[in-house]
């Protein structure tokens, strides 16, 4: 019997690890995104001045806003929307959609302006997108959205700052 309790609690121990392993950000994937070097680098104080406290939980500390409270959601114009901590156009409203999240949602960010990292937080694997030049942390990525991508960038509001287009000139 005193074996078998042995055998039990080992092979119950090393599941837990296992299971703990692989749900935990590792080292290295906490790391990917902080070991990268973007443009623009700032030092906390820096950011912290520049930013609106939302804008800092949520490009900064990769925070998440409530659902429905980004006055982005119901931006409708035509225009681009750029990232919050340094301009860098990320998302043209023509790849605005109504996804029913409750978060702005693009099927496409502008090309080679948005990046992407593995995300294992809350014991899920997502991918979690974030300003190329700044680092600044946007949302992530499904595989739910409408064609032509399948894609739905579902992009945290206050992230992000609405230029609408200029009228042509007639």
Known sequence: ?????????????????????WLRTTPAQAGEKAAQKFEIEKTDAEWRAQLTPQQYEILRKEGTERPGSSPLL?????????????????????????????????????????????????????TEVHCRRCGGHLGHVFDDGPKPTGLRYCIDGFGLVFHPATPSAT
């Not at 605005?96 to 937080?121: A, C, H, L, M």
Request: glycine share 12%.
């Open 74 to 126: 119901n931006e409708h114009r035509k225009g681009v929307f750029a990232c919050a901590g340094c301009d860098l156009p990320l998302f043209s409203s023509e790849t605005k959609f109504e996804s029913g999240t409750g978060w702005p949602s693009f099927y496409q960010p502008i090309e080679g302006n948005v990046g992407k990292t593995e995300d294992r937080s809350f014991g899920m694997v997502r």
């Open 1 to 21: 019997m005193f074996d078998r309790r042995i055998l039990l609690t080992t092979v119950a121990g090393l599941f837990g690890l296992s299971a703990f392993r």
